[in-house]
């Protein structure tokens, strides 16, 4: 329950800080393991009350209607997206920013030193300029964000003084954001497609430009933006994301990131030791097409018969990194791998297969090259481990992805289609 009044208290230093004694506002799970695998959830939020959040001077509040996710088994947070609509008093056209506009509240619990989403979001706006004017439809807009320590007596001080250092303190992070539709709203396979082939496109931009990493992506992050009638895939929660020239000072236990179903599956082991690249991003992209095509039959209800009769997928969201480290491992070093997409995404057959060609590819070749510096260790040899020696590489992606079916899909910007040209030209002439 969300007490409007008195929900906050104004602490010198520190700006509002929630009144949570006697509210059963935030729950947590009791530390199991190390401090990067607690999760934390939100245990009650309840729709049709109203939440306050500091704002400029003062508080705003906003009504409470649907919550629209609830992260379950993400590592290090936990998250909610609650559908909202402005409650100040002026809330009508002209008067009020907010007013007409679709709006979701979003909280959660990145640690105090996590650089906020919408200043990752705000860099990519000031990029997006020129040529590059169309990427912030690929992106959330975010209205609003603020930050809240939070209850800090509690199991905060419990997790500082088992783990030390080890432990990064939280805040709890909310924002106000611009509500997108999920990718069960898309109605073809091919539009689906389009979508992925977006993401990927972005996600290229992003790593390319103002140099951030995304390092969540999954099947809720991958959404729709619906903008003059036409749609867009949009790359959301950039909450786990970081600039890339942090990444050389990020310890271990933050690199392991990401949403258990989806993460590359490296991460799935105890060994790895990062850093985490982009390929470990578009490894991920690679599952998420992977389980949507296996088990929806189309892009809004699971095929129980189908996910029955064929791959034991469903346990992906039950299990533990060693069965996920395993699964993951057989379908990359499977020559003879075949996916069974339903029979709605039976179009996916030809992308599926192609991108774990890659993987593959990239993957004996690293073993190559493992087994050549180990037999030859005066030798310096070189690998491209960004690109799994360019074997999944953007490019590799972009130019499986950017057909589908029979139909080729819509490149942005004059770069990707210019480098498209060019590995037509290429692939010409391997034909001939
Ligand atoms: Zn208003």
Redesign the pocket.
């Known amino acids: 329950m969300v007490k409007q009044s008195n929900a906050f208290t104004p602490v010198p230093g520190l700006g509002l800080v929630p009144n949570l004694k006697g509210q059963a506002l935030l729950g947590f799970e009791k530390a199991k393991g190390p401090p990067s695998n607690v999760i934390f959830e939100i245990e009650e939020i309840e729709e049709g009350s109203k939440f306050t959040f500091p704002y400029k001077d003062g508080t705003r509040t906003v009504q409470l209607q649907r919550i629209l996710f609830r992260s379950r088994g993400v590592v290090g947070r936990g998250t909610i997206v609650v559908r909202v609509v ?1 409650a ?1 008093t002026h ?1 009508v056209p002209n008067q ?1 920013d ?2 007409g506009k679709k709006l979701v509240l979003k909280l959660s619990f990145p640690s105090v030193t996590r650089v906020s989403e919408k200043a990752f979001m705000d860099r990519c706006k000031e990029q997006a300029k020129g040529k590059h004017a169309g990427i912030p439809n690929h992106f959330p807009d975010i209205y609003w964000s603020f930050g809240i320590p939070f209850d800090e007596r509690r199991l905060q001080a419990y997790f500082k003084e088992r783990f030390g250092d080890e432990y990064e303190m939280r805040v709890l992070q909310g924002s106000i954001q611009e509500e997108l539709r999920p990718l069960l709203s898309l109605e073809t396979a091919l539009e689906c497609a389009q979508v992925f082939y977006d993401i990927v496109q972005c996600h290229h931009w992003v790593y390319t430009y103002p140099q951030i990493l995304h390092r969540d992506i999954n099947y809720g992050n991958i959404m729709v933006r619906v903008k003059d009638g036409k749609k867009y895939g949009a790359l959301n929660d950039w909450d786990l994301a970081m600039w890339l020239d942090e990444r050389d000072g990020i310890l271990t236990s933050q690199f392991r990131t990401g949403t258990r179903p989806y993460m590359a599956h490296e991460q799935h082991s105890p060994d790895w030791e990062g850093p985490h690249r982009y390929r470990h991003d578009m490894e991920s992209l690679f599952y998420v097409i992977l389980l949507l095509a296996t088990l929806f039959s189309n892009s809004s209800e699971k095929d129980h018969e189908h996910s029955k009769k064929r791959q034991p997928y469903t346990k992906w969201f039950t299990q533990g990194d060693d069965f996920l480290l395993d699964k993951k491992i057989s379908i990359i070093l499977d020559l003879l791998w075949r996916p069974f997409p339903t029979h709605f995404f039976s179009a996916f057959h030809q992308w599926l297969q192609s991108l774990q060609q890659c993987l593959y590819d990239g993957f004996t070749a690293y073993k190559y090259f493992v087994k050549r510096q180990t037999d030859n260790p005066h030798q310096v040899l070189h690998f491209n481990d960004d690109t799994l020696g360019g074997h999944f590489s953007y490019d590799r992606l972009v130019w499986i992805m950017h057909q589908f079916s029979e139909e080729t899909l819509e490149t942005h910007g004059c770069e990707w289609q210019k480098k498209l040209r060019g590995l037509q030209k290429d692939e010409d002439e391997r034909k001939k």
């Open positions: 402005c100040c809330c009020c907010w007013s």
